[in-house]
């Protein structure tokens, strides 16, 4: 059984470096639309990690590799994401809806003594999936039309290692090898000519980055527990590899003839990851409930795209979510052992377009329902339920709305443990 779960682990990983899912138009800049840190459990909380301590024996925190202190079992885990988003602009009413179903991540943690704890995994970092066309009347029956495609993905597998210094203080460090390769693809095309002019970049990714985490919990009377926690991701080693190509051709109905070089460089970049602070502080009542607070700031950095220099400001994201049980011990109701989370955040994003950097807030909610209902089984099948906006009706830009919901499983046993009894 646990050979065919770490195949299975191993072939989803190959699943997820094919996934092309972003759709979303602010995907068609720079890396794509990003998806990394999308753990489910934390997403359903608006995205809290940096403070959060699995109070339970089968949950694994990424996002903080030092808050780690009660994984006592095996946890395998997957998830997948629904996400709907509905588009629309000032610029001609425009109005789109999409949808896409992807899987999102897998990972496996276990124990490896009471105080080191490791964990590997799995997800998308970010994606392109686009194709738009911009037709401009020049008068005189002539139109100018500019295509854009962009395709491929950025994905991530890390594997994290923490350690429990004393009782209430651990130390974590995570290592992610990014991977993958994207491109964009402009042309602008005339109705009275059959030359085309091209703008293309293919960017193939090949970095490590490094998060180092700290976390202390501090436990009173009663068994409630205060929590602060922090992390820092630093340093890329590696490189982005990035070919631009301008240049002027004809089409046969299959691939370029004639084509005519006008510019053509490449490129090397190891800021392809940047540079991310996170701050949170939870209060929390034993297995009861516990809430949390959170700041991360990323430092901007400026990355090769379309032949030139494209930057991404500083941003930030608040978090403030958590979760309660309403009674852990009650085996006679399987909703009351049902574990619900909550959550909300407000992220200033990196992304600047048209002098508008491109923001978004959501709601969250989310619940892990144990499998056996009638024991102290920790395997699960979790939601979680994510609303909110993207962007802003302004300079003709594209706000999304977004309803997005991830289902998951985590398969939690003891593994690796020597048997005492036959």
């Known amino acids: 059984m646990h050979k065919i779960l770490v195949s299975a682990f191993i072939l989803t990983g190959m699943v997820v470096g094919a996934q092309s899912i972003g759709t979303s138009p602010y995907a068609s800049f720079g890396l794509g639309d ?23 024996p089968n949950e ?23 996400e709907n988003v509905f588009y629309k602009s000032d610029h001609n009413n425009y109005k789109d809806t999409k949808h896409s179903t992807y899987l999102s991540g897998i990972s496996l943690a276990f124990p490896i003594s009471p105080k080191i704890k490791f964990g590997m995994n799995f997800q998308p970092y970010s994606s392109k999936n686009y194709n738009t066309q911009l037709v401009n009347d020049l008068g005189g029956d002539v139109q100018e ?19 429990q210094i004393i009782d209430g203080l651990g130390i974590g460090f995570k290592t992610n090898f990014n991977f993958g390769v994207i491109s964009d693809l402009q042309e602008i095309t005339y109705s009275n000519a059959e030359l085309i002019s091209g703008y ?4 193939s990714i090949r970095s490590f980055n490094h998060t180092l985490g700290l976390v202390y919990q501090r436990t ?4 409630n527990k205060f929590t602060i926690g922090g992390s820092y991701q630093f340093g890329n080693s590696g490189n982005m590899n990035t070919s631009y190509v301008n240049s002027t051709y004809y089409y046969n109905g299959i691939d370029r003839t004639n084509e005519t070089i006008i510019e053509k460089h490449t490129s090397h970049s190891k800021n392809l990851i940047p540079q991310t602070w996170q701050l949170g502080i939870g209060y929390g009542k034993g297995l009861r409930w516990f809430a949390s607070a959170q700041i ?53 994003g990196a992304l600047k377009v048209n002098d508008n950097n491109i923001n978004s807030y959501g709601l969250t909610l989310g619940a892990n329902f144990p ?29 999304e709305g977004f309803i997005n919901l991830k289902i998951g499983f985590n398969f939690a046993d003891r593994w690796f443990m020597k048997r005492v009894y036959e």
């Open 296 to 348: 991360a700031f990323e430092k901007g950095r400026t990355i090769n795209f379309l032949g030139s220099p494209f930057p991404y400001d500083n941003a930030y994201k608040a978090s403030i979510g958590g979760w309660f049980i309403p009674n852990p011990n009650d085996f006679r109701s399987y909703f009351n052992r049902v574990t619900y989370r909550y959550g909300a955040f407000y992220e200033k």
């Open 220 to 223: 009173f009377a009663l068994d």
């Open 371 to 399: 499998i056996k209902p009638n024991t102290r089984s920790f395997s699960s099948i979790d939601l979680a339920l994510e609303l909110g906006k993207r962007g802003t009706l302004k300079n003709d830009l594209v706000q």
């Open 34 to 56: 990003v998806k990394y840190d999308n753990s489910l459990d934390m997403n359903a909380m608006g995205g809290i990690s940096a403070a959060y301590i699995p109070d339970y």
């Open 145 to 163: 039309v500019t295509a854009f495609k962009g395709e491929g993905s950025v994905n991530t597998v890390g594997a994290a290692l923490s350690y």
């Open 60 to 82: 694994f925190n990424f996002g903080n590799p030092a808050a780690n202190f009660n994984l006592e079992l095996t946890s395998f885990r997957a998830q997948v994401n629904n």
């Open 200 to 203: 293309r970049t293919r960017s």
